[in-house]
T-cell receptor
Framework: SQTIHQWPATLVQPVGSPLSLECTVEGTSNPNLYWYRQAAGRGLQLLFYSVGIGQISSEVPQNLSASRPQDRQFILSSKKLLLSDSGFYLC?????????????FGPGTRLTVL | KNQVEQSPQSLIILEGKNCTLQCNYTVSPFSNLRWYKQDTGRGPVSLTIMTFSENTKSNGRYTATLDADTKQSSLHITASQLSDSASYICVVRGGLSNSGYALNFGKGTSLLVTP
């Protein structure tokens, strides 16, 4: 069976500090991978998606970047965090057969920037 | 513009009661509609998927309906339990994006079931 992991589960960082959130998927190959942010009282916002190693697409301009160094590893980064980067970050994967297929979400990372 | 609107924003019901959550969308072209349940501090989990030709689909005490003509969907929860307390998110696949069909997320309905 497939599983998706995210860490850390919670993170408190000062403004201006760097960020690295990691997501890994087990039990599947060549998945599509996604990073979402969920702000309080708002819906899920797609930040990045990847269809393969080194292939990253950004949906919205922002302070964050993403990388996919391995097939089942997806990393969300920032060089300098802003207060507005606070939120709940979700990683998700889907089968690559077609885009927009069912997405399976990880447990999420709660980021608080102070 | 592709939008997904959910109502109510929040809901409080007594344990054992039924409730219905609404989802209206303007996404076009339409591919499918999913209802997700998201427990606090966790990732969303899919409950049901509805395609254009499906009107009703059940998953235990959850029953989803779809009216593709009026672009409305509902999620009915029967005999609610405390564990049903969560956010319920309507997600419509459709519209066009750089990756093909896009997923359009509603903001969710926050349900609280009280004893």
């Amino acid at each position: 069976s497939q599983t998706i992991h995210q860490w850390p589960a919670t993170l408190v960082q000062p403004v201006g500090s760097p960020l690295s959130l990691e997501c890994t998927v087990e039990g599947t190959s060549n998945p599509n991978l996604y990073w979402y942010r969920q702000a309080a009282g708002r819906g899920l916002q797609l930040l990045f998606y990847s269809v393969g190693i080194g292939q990253i697409s950004s949906e919205v301009p922002q302070n964050l970047s993403a990388s996919r160094p391995q097939d089942r590893q997806f990393i969300l980064s920032s060089k300098k965090l802003l207060l507005s980067d606070s939120g709940f970050y979700l990683c998700a994967w889907s089968v690559r057969r077609e885009s927009g297929n069912e997405q399976f979400f990880g447990p999420g990372t709660r980021l608080t920037v102070l | 513009k592709n939008q997904v609107e959910q109502s109510p924003q929040s809901l409080i019901i007594l344990e054992g009661k039924n409730c219905t959550l609404q989802c209206n969308y303007t996404v076009s072209p339409f591919s499918n509609l999913r209802w997700y349940k998201q427990d606090t501090g966790r990732g969303p989990v899919s409950l049901t998927i509805m395609t254009f030709s499906e009107n009703t689909k059940s998953n235990g005490r959850y029953t989803a309906t779809l009216d593709a003509d009026t672009k409305q969907s509902s999620l009915h929860i029967t005999a609610s339990q405390l564990s049903d307390s969560a956010s319920y998110i309507c997600v419509v696949r459709g519209g066009l994006s750089n990756s093909g069909y896009a997923l359009n997320f509603g903001k969710g309905t926050s349900l609280l079931v009280t004893p």
